[in-house]
């Protein structure tokens, strides 16, 4: 499976971005998504992540309620909607994918995208 991001850039403190997860080689509609963070200097973190029939999300608490994650298996892509931006969110995010359930864990998931990144001006 091969994982590839788009939709990151440049956007002042209070903007939006969405970013994309397009997913190529094998059908993503059993597998768990999820998105991680690495901003320079700190180890990579987990974002949100969504259950392989967006049953469920899951948000870290430092998102919780700027950000949203979906899915379209149809177009096998996945989505992270991310509002209100802050300056303390600007990183490289990479979507990844794990089969079945999801993980907060980044080291469960099986598939990586090369990541996306996104700044936000203070």
């Known amino acids: 499976v091969q994982l590839v991001e788009s939709g990151g850039g440049l956007v002042q403190t209070g903007g939006s971005l969405r970013l994309s997860c397009a997913a190529s080689?094998?059908?993503?509609?059993?597998?768990?998504m999820g998105w991680f963070r690495q901003a320079p200097g700190k180890e990579r973190e987990f974002v949100a992540a969504i259950s392989w029939s967006s049953g469920s999300t899951y948000y870290a608490d430092s998102v919780k309620g700027r950000f949203t994650i979906s899915r379209d298996n149809a177009k096998n892509t996945g989505y992270l909607q991310m509002n209100s931006l802050k300056p303390e969110d600007t990183a490289v995010y990479y979507c990844?994918?794990?089969?079945?359930?999801?993980?907060?864990?980044?080291?469960?998931?099986?598939?990586w995208g090369q990541g996306t990144q996104v700044t936000v001006s203070s």
């Open positions: 080689g094998r059908t993503l509609s059993s597998y768990a």
């Open positions: 990844a994918a794990r089969y079945y359930s999801v993980s907060y864990r980044g080291n469960e998931y099986d598939f």
